[in-house]
């Protein structure tokens, strides 16, 4: 911008289109105080906070609280459990979707992949609240269906505690969200396939490729460079996990298996009112998230222009 | 109406064979949607089941001593349709304020002469990538005097970043050439997204309201952090209430320290809450079902 004529400019610019202004003023205020207050917020996380004096008159006191949170057993569990469940997601909730989406490219019953995908995509509404009500339902102990039909059936001669037992639990936990998300995940891939060539399909049918190899010679290749910008975005989420999932589902008996920094900080934080800590925890987070965003972007980035070329 | 499908489908095998791959892929893909609703007609037969029948793991996917009971008792409680009512008020003026709020911004940033677009887009984008985290907001919610205040549930989430960018980018593909004619002819700014702009973006519109409604009818969170008065508990704090108090009956059950009985009346209670609490989900879903996929692929694609 000419630095000069800054001035005069800026005024004819006001004048013309004020009204734009005006309309963007209404949500800028929005964010000025719930997104960018709360941001001054995290100074918290270097003082001794009280809730009386305020962020202006709380003492100073550098990393004291990161140090202290930092030693806490709690914080270093949340943490691997974070990572550790992130992991498993990745793993086992990453290639439902795209192996579901290839399926369902492939059908040739138009009426009956249209009721499938509704169905699939069904779970991804629901609220964790609910899904979380039943599978406490589900695989409650003896009363619950699962257990009550591997007990029927004699595949288990005593109760699976998937609820009650921290390795079930893990398993219980990465079920419940590949089941939430595998039919929504298929609809990005869905759109990537739909965007192929067909004439690649046809040159590989001519060439006598059978429908296996189509999909392995021309579909996947077709959707890599998707399935790899989402991998790189997935991993730089790593950091970063909901609360309400591993909350809801969790329970005392599993604590040390199911508690992640989101429930780690409610508690410390708005539970027990120790915000400069809980603060410090969220900031450690947010940085770290940050950084590996902006690296599986700058990465994504880079593997999108190879796509396209 | 979706009942029809595999019928259907049945008359479609008759006029031309299907593969052996093909009835494989069904199969498996029926599967997978068995897979998907399964857990909601166990639930459904719990809520419909006797104690006993619960208590013996009797229930899989059919009422067992069929009793509408558990209905009976959520119908004669008013707080349930207290909370009914108060979240779907909440719902109503949260994706109203957010709708208006997001065009608001959305529409000016894709008039090219505005001076400052680039500004105000690094000015919403940045928050997607670093937030004050909860606590903070948290602290602002209690500073603004709106703990325990139904305004704690609609005003501090009420703008996605990304959905104003998808709304944009929707706006962008609206031909400029529109706009700068009715520019010429006098209209203002207010009259070309009222008369133009609006009107041509009624399904991206109605896609976004459906993301907002959704987040909000199912959020839980805010309403865990900011709420703590019984009379304004949203449905899904309250159905959480009921749960983790019938997995705490359930836990003394285990340990020995309650009988079974609590907890199976427990139970079907709260399987019927959860159908409740379900019901108007799956009223909507089949009707807008197809706006959410449209959401995501606009989102997808250009975002």
């Not at chain 2, 285990?254 to 019927?272: F, K, P, R, T, V």
Request: aromatic letters at 14%.
């Amino acid at each position: 911008m000419e630095k000069g004529k800054r001035k005069p400019k800026f005024m004819v610019w006001l004048k013309r289109d004020w009204r734009l202004y005006a309309m963007l003023a209404i949500p800028f205020v929005w964010y000025l105080i719930f997104c960018y207050k709360p941001m001054t917020g995290v100074i918290i996380a270097f003082q001794k906070y009280s809730i009386f004096k305020g962020i202006t008159g709380s003492k100073f006191v550098g990393f004291e609280n990161f140090k202290f949170v930092f030693g806490m057993r709690d914080f270093g569990v949340s943490l691997v459990n974070t990572l550790w469940l992130n992991f498993l997601d990745l793993i086992f909730g990453f290639p439902m979707p795209i192996i579901l989406a290839i399926m369902l490219n492939e059908m040739r019953t138009p009426r009956l992949k249209k009721f499938s995908q509704t169905m699939l995509y069904l779970p991804h509404f629901l609220s964790w609240v609910i899904i979380g009500g039943m599978v406490l339902k589900i695989f409650a102990p003896t009363s619950g269906v699962i257990n009550a039909s591997l007990l029927q059936f004699g595949l288990v001669d005593k109760n699976v505690p998937f609820l009650t037992d921290g390795h079930w639990w893990r398993f219980t936990y990465v079920l419940v969200g590949v089941w939430q998300n595998m039919g929504w995940g298929t609809i990005i891939y869905l759109a990537a396939i739909t965007g192929l060539d067909l004439n690649l399909f046809e040159a590989a049918q001519i060439d006598g490729a059978n429908k296996m190899q189509q999909i392995w010679h021309v579909t996947l290749p077709g959707i890599r460079s998707t399935i790899v910008v989402l991998l790189i975005m997935n991993i730089g989420r790593m950091m970063s996990i909901g609360f309400d999932r591993p909350y809801i589902i969790g329970n005392t008996i599993v604590k040390d298996y199911c508690d992640v920094i989101s429930t780690f900080v409610y508690r410390v934080g708005i539970t027990n009112s120790k915000f400069d800590r809980a603060t410090a925890v969220g900031l450690f987070q947010s940085v770290i998230g940050l950084v590996l965003i902006s690296v599986a972007n700058a990465v994504s980035r880079l593997f999108d222009e190879q796509g396209i070329w | 109406m979706t009942a029809k499908a595999p019928a259907a489908d049945l008359m479609e095998k008759k006029k031309k064979p299907l593969g052996a791959g093909q009835i494989i892929l069904i199969v498996s893909m029926l599967l997978f949607v068995l897979i998907c609703t399964l857990p909601f007609i166990n639930v459904l037969a719990i809520s419909l089941s006797s104690k006993s029948a619960i208590l013996r793991g009797a229930v899989s996917f059919w009422p067992v001593e069929y009793t509408p009971r558990a209905y009976e008792v959520i119908v004669q409680d008013p707080s349930m349709f207290r909370s009914l009512f108060f979240t779907v008020k909440i719902t109503v003026i949260y994706t109203v304020l957010a709708m208006i709020l997001t065009i608001l911004y959305a529409f000016p940033l894709t008039m090219k002469r505005l001076k400052g677009r680039r500004f105000f887009m690094l000015f919403i984008v940045f928050t997607m990538y670093f937030s004050g985290g909860t606590i903070p907001i948290y602290l602002n919610v209690k500073e603004l005097g709106l703990i325990n205040n139904q305004w704690s549930l609609i005003l501090p989430g009420l703008i996605s970043t990304f959905n104003i960018i998808i709304l944009k980018n929707f706006y962008q593909g609206i031909p400029y050439e529109l706009n700068e004619a009715a520019y010429i002819d006098g209209a203002t700014d207010f009259q070309i997204l009222w008369r133009i702009y609006l009107p041509l973006s009624f399904s991206s519109m109605a896609t976004l309201s459906l993301f907002y409604a959704v987040g909000k009818w199912n959020s839980f969170s805010d309403a865990l952090y900011y709420i703590t008065s019984r009379d304004l508990q949203p449905l899904q704090l309250k159905l959480y209430n009921l749960i983790k108090g019938g997995q705490s009956v359930e836990v003394a059950v285990m340990e020995g320290n309650a009988n079974d009985l609590a907890s199976s009346i427990s139970q079907s209670i709260e399987s019927a809450t959860i159908i409740f609490a379900t019901v108007p989900i799956l009223v909507v879903y089949p009707f807008v079902q197809r706006y959410f996929v449209q959401g995501v692929t606009l989102g997808a694609v250009k975002g």
